[in-house]
Nanobody
């Protein structure tokens, strides 16, 4: 499994911005295997939901609730995926999790430890 280490997050006022990073322990893009990277979040009392996903060379996809505000990107050479969050809203408050899975068959799924993002209005 790929080990994922998250950084970033914290507290911000509504309208502010934050960046989350997720560093993988080994290559997420090679001749032999490619990983799709994603960010999920889980708010108190709610189920974990997909925020954004990006396959290597593919078009990113976003939850409707974050379209136009969040941007996911990946740097394969640095084995890192980012989530840029702008115009944050109180409803974005949640624990954010990085996720990796093999693109070919969605196996070898790994999760980061989670990072709390708190948006105050």
């Amino acid at each position: 499994q790929v080990r994922l280490v998250q950084s970033g997050g914290g507290s911000v006022q509504a309208g502010g911005s934050l960046r989350l990073s997720c560093a993988a322990s080994r290559s997420i893009f090679s001749t032999y295997v490619t990983y799709t990277m994603a960010w999920y979040r889980q708010a108190p009392g709610k189920q974990r939901e997909l925020v954004a996903r990006i396959a290597s060379g593919g078009t990113p996809t976003y939850a409707d609730s974050v379209k136009g505000r969040f941007t996911i990107s990946r740097d394969n050479s640095r084995k890192t995926v980012f989530l840029y969050m702008n115009n944050l809203k109180s409803e974005d408050t949640a624990v954010y999790y990085c996720n990796a899975e093999k693109t070919a068959d969605r196996s070898d799924t790994s999760w980061g430890e989670g990072t709390l993002v708190t948006v105050s209005s």
